[in-house]
Structure formats: C-alpha cells, structure tokens
C-alpha cells in the first residue's frame, strides 16, 4: 500500500496531466485559427472576391466564381436535405412506432458516420455517371446527403424537448395531429431545429471530398447547374498541392473566407441555441 | 403549399362525419403521416441505394480480382493490375497513430472538463475545442502542408540520425509521411472524442463519486476507480467513433501523406490511405477497370466504418439507455 503522501501527489500530478490535455487541446485551436486568419487576410482584395481566376502567371484574379459556385452548391443542398430532413425528423419523433424508429434512427447516425468520400462516389454513380457530365446538382445532391440526417436527427430531438402538456392543450382545441404538429410543436422546437440546420450548413460548406468528381472544379464561370461548378474548398485543395507560391497564396486567401464563415455559423448557432434553452 | 390547406378545411368539416363513418380517403392525418413516413423511409432508401450503386459499380474489379483484391498489393493503371493492401495498410496505421496520440490527451482534457473545472474554465474550453471540430478537413490539411510538415522535418531528421537503424525511424525524413498524417488526424478526431467521454462522464451518478471519496480515495482515485469503470462502455464508443472518423477522414490526410503506393514500415514514409488514393485518382481513372478497382476501394472504406460505427453506436446507445436511467434513480 502507498503512502498516503504518495497517493496525494500521484493524484495532483495526473490532474495536472488532464488539465494540460484540456489546455493543450484548446491551444491548438487558438493556434491553428489565428495561423489561418492572420496568414489569409494578408492576401485578400477586391479583385479575389470579384474576379475570375487568371492564366498562371499572370499576377492577380480571384475566385468570384468558386464563391458563387459554393453558395450555389451549399444552397441547393440546404434546400432539399432541411425539407426531407424535417419530416423525417417528425416522423421519428412524433408518429413512428418503437421499432421503425430505431431502425430509422440507426440507419441516419450510420449514414452521417459514413465518410464524405464514400457519399462523393455515390453521387457520382448515380448522378455523373447517368447524366454524363460533373455539375453542380450532383454537388448539392451530395452535400445534402451529408447534411440529411444530422438535420433528422436533430429535428427529432427538438420535437422531444416540447413538453406533452403542449400537445394535449393544441389536441384539445380541436385541431388535427398534423396541424399541432406544424403549427404549434414545430414553431416551438425551432430554436432547436435551426441550431441543427446552421451546423449542418457549416459543416457542408467546408467539405471537399464530395465535390472532388461531383462538381470537379472550373476556372470559368459554370454554363448552368448541369455543368462543372468550381467551389472554395476544392480550390484551395488544388492551389494548396500545385508548386506555385501565387496559387499558395490565394489558397490562403479563401481558406481565411471558409473559415470565417464556418466559425460565425457555428457561433450564431451556438447562441440560438443558448437562447432557446433558458429554462 | 397548397395542399396543406385543403386537407385542413375537408378534415376539420368532416370531423364529426369521420365518427360515424369511419376514416376517410382525404383524411389530412393520415396523409401528414404517410407523407412524412415516405420522407422517413428516404433516408434508409438512400442508403440501401448507396450500397446497390457501390456493389454495382465496383463489379467490374469485383469480377477481375474477386477477393484477392484485399491482400494484393500492386496498383498499376497502365497494366491493369489492381491491390488494395498497401491503402488498407496505410489506413489502419495512421488511423491507430492517431488514436494513440488522441486518446490519453482526449480522455485526460475530459476529464478535467467533467470532474474538476470550474465553470467558468470548462465553458470557455469547451467552447473551444468544439470550435476545433468545425474546422473543415482541407483547411487542416493547408495548415498541415504548409506549418507542420516543415516544423516534423528537423524532429524527424533529428530522430532518423539517431535511431535510424530502427526501421520505425528509417526512411527519407522530409516531413511528408505517416506521421504528418497520424498527427493531422490526431487534431480533428480530438474534440470528437472529448466531447463525447465529457458526456459520458457527465452521465456518471454523483453517489459513485460521493461513496469512493467516503472510502478514502483522493481525487485520482475517484477517478480511477468509480468514474472510468462507471462509463467505460461509453468511453470505448467514444474511441470507436472517433476511429470512425479517422477512418474515412480524407482531405487533410490526402495533403499531408505523400501518396505513395507501398508498404514500409517506417513512421516517416510516404504512404496512402483507401479514402486519399480514392480522391486523388478517382478524376484520372481512364478506363472502366480502373475506375471499378476506385469504387471497390469506396466498397471496403464503406464496409469497414459501417461495421465500425454500428458497434460504436450500440455501445453509445447501450450507455445512454442505462445513463437515463440511473439519472431518473438519482433525480428521485
């Protein structure tokens, strides 16, 4: 048996270890996130943010198209996954039995574990393949299908938050399961949904592998949604790996918009959600 | 929207009706309740349709190479030789590099957070380190190329002098590598994990804690042997879905690795993994073998974290079922 003394000291030594590692974690962020946009506003004008990108070599451009083309792809996703995701997420919470409800439930959280490069080749499959061409649709197909079940399940756990009393007293009025289910439960669990569709949002604007042979990348502007759609993260992907420092640079340069707008996403997000649950 | 209106006027006239004669046609429940089933039933159909599209297309290579795909290890488009065992290899050793560096800081800094901050520390970090999940995967992979690659390169000089005879130090030290990627993937399943065990610590009944400090124990003690014990299920689903992650993670590790299709067992060789090797030739695959070989390489990234995160979820999901209800016996 240790001493008591020993014992005493091996404890504050670990708590030490465990705060440090808690420190430790949070100064990589700091970090990480001061390099990024410290390093990327050194490079951003005008002229990236309204101009097409130029031939190599030539100084200056920008990536107004990849702004758009992410805003397209990002939008058109949102779009489509928040409509399916919200009535599957009423469905989960307010009118599936015990058992379809698990499965649905586990396919979801299966489904949003899957890696983003595995949901980019089946867009691919089923979309580039038959359709002939890479575009923009195939994107936000892809972009959705990331985001469908994290909305799903957060509108599912939204809804469960809303007390019983309030379903009886919408039922008691004598308006139908369905509309107390629109009217009353959903407008009261919108903080919560909104949450989970803003962090769903930020986290398809930042990912890259399932727009690598969805939407591919264009140096013009696209000819309409069927067509190949350039966006910020695969831009930085392929100035970060080419060898040329002006493409280094402008890769900084959107890194710092990606980030920006992810981090005030998730920080809105954040205080909805405060907000929403000052009981 | 107009269809929402009409059943409202037909199933509140018919009110009273639907009483005597029973339910009808236009009923606006049961169509709201088919309706959002069939949305309900999309998710698992999108699924079922993710599968039958990556078997479907991955036939050709299937075909070809059968099962032997998994254990050969050639990769040559020009001879349409086609193995997946140096991207298998190369998965797996960073994946578990990463969760021997993630997991001692990710349960130790949850610790700290569950059992010993005080509010106004554990806020702000947390915070924080959910912040770092929100980082997207290219943005680490920029930094990663372009900070840690050159600051690893005189650590791994360094080491390749000294311990270069090992073969776990050998090979070129040029930053490039399984370690840059090991620690790339280190950083973002870290608030993952945290996060989760901070959750599963939190779950853990005060009398546990209460009872070990009855019995003598300082602090680490307590730890040690009522909270980990306690939520140790919830703490290995913790760990098996941040593999999950690293598993499948593919931007920041594609940056970072190298790519280089070969099996070495050196800490500082270039390699890939199935997700990197998939995204840089998956535009350059020119012919149909080629590109079925890609997808059946989707095919097992698919089938290993499927199998992964089903176990995580059952143990998460077995922890959350008994959490509650210990938390009801405590609360009464």
């Known amino acids: ?279 | 929207m107009a269809a929402s209106d009409y059943p409202a006027q037909v199933a509140t006239a018919a009110a009273p009706a639907r009483l005597r004669a029973g339910p009808r046609l236009l009923d606006g429940d049961r169509l709201f309740h088919a309706l959002v089933g069939l949305l309900a039933a999309s998710i698992v159909a999108f699924a079922a349709l993710l599968a039958v599209y990556l078997v479907k297309d991955a036939l050709p290579a299937f075909e070809r190479f059968g099962a032997a795909f998994l254990w050969q290890q050639t990769w040559n488009p020009v001879t349409l030789q086609f193995g997946a065992l140096p991207a298998i290899y190369g998965t797996a050793v960073t994946s578990l590099l990463a969760m021997l560096l993630a997991v001692p800081v990710g349960v130790g800094a949850a610790i700290y957070l569950a059992e010993f901050a005080p509010p106004w520390v554990e806020r702000p970090l947390s915070f924080l380190i959910e912040l770092l999940a929100a980082i997207p995967s290219v943005v680490i992979g920029l930094w990663g190329l372009f900070v840690l690659v050159p600051a690893l390169r005189p650590i791994e000089q360094w080491l390749g002098q000294r311990l270069g005879w090992l073969p776990l130090f050998s090979g070129p030290p040029i930053g490039i590598g399984v370690f840059a990627a090991g620690l790339v993937l280190a950083i973002m399943v870290l608030p993952i994990l945290t996060a989760i065990v901070r959750e599963v610590l939190w779950a853990v009944p005060t009398h546990q804690r209460e009872a070990a400090y009855a019995l003598g124990a300082t602090p680490w003690e307590m730890v040690t042997t009522a909270v980990l014990p306690y939520g140790r299920s919830g703490i290995v689903g913790a760990v098996i879905l941040a593999l999950g992650r690293a598993l499948g993670e593919t931007l920041a590790v594609t940056m970072v690795i190298g790519n280089a299709y070969r099996i070495d067992p050196s800490l500082f060789a270039q390699a890939t993994t199935l997700a990197s090797k998939i995204a840089s030739e998956f535009r350059e695959a020119d012919s149909a073998v080629f590109l079925a070989a890609l997808i059946y390489l989707a095919l097992v990234l698919f089938a290993i974290t499927l199998v992964v995160n089903v176990v995580a979820r059952l143990l998460v999901l077995r922890l959350s079922v008994r959490a509650i209800g210990h938390g009801q016996q405590g609360g009464g």
């Not at chain 1, 399961?177 to 439960?185: C, E, G, M, N, P």
């Open chain 1, 1 to 279: 048996m240790p001493s008591e003394r020993r014992r005493i000291w091996i404890s504050r030594i670990m708590l030490a270890l465990c705060g440090l590692a808690a420190g430790l974690s949070a100064a990589i962020l700091v970090v990480l996130l001061l390099y990024v946009l410290v390093k990327g506003i050194a490079y951003v004008n005008l002229e990236f943010l309204t101009a097409l990108p130029r031939p190599l070599g030539e100084p200056g451009g920008g990536m107004a198209n990849a702004f758009v083309g992410s805003a397209v792809m990002v939008g058109l996703a949102t779009l489509w996954a928040t409509l399916l995701a919200v009535g599957a997420g009423i469905y989960l919470a307010e009118y599936g039995g015990e058992r379809t409800v698990a499965v649905v439930r586990l396919v979801a959280d299966v489904l949003s574990g899957l890696p983003s490069i595995v949901i980019g080749v089946f867009a691919y499959t089923l979309l580039v393949k038959p359709l002939g061409t890479f575009s923009a649709v195939a994107g936000a197909f892809a972009l959705g299908l990331i985001m469908l079940p994290i909305v799903a399940r957060t509108t599912e756990e939204s809804l469960r938050l809303v007390p019983h009393e309030l379903r009886e007293a919408a039922l008691a009025l004598g308006i139908p399961r369905w509309r107390a289910t629109l009217s009353v439960l959903l407008p009261t669990a919108r903080a919560g949904i909104l949450t989970g569709v803003m962090l769903a949002v930020a986290r398809i604007a930042g990912e890259t592998a399932p727009l690598l042979f969805t939407a591919l990348g264009n140096r013009f502007w696209p000819n309409g949604l069927l067509s190949p759609t350039a966006a910020l993260t695969l831009n930085i992907y392929q100035y970060a790996i080419s060898p040329y420092d002006q493409w280094h640079q402008q890769a900084w340069a959107a890194a710092f918009f990606l980030l920006l707008f992810v981090l005030v996403l998730n920080i809105v997000a954040r205080l909805v959600a405060a907000r929403a649950m000052p009981r």
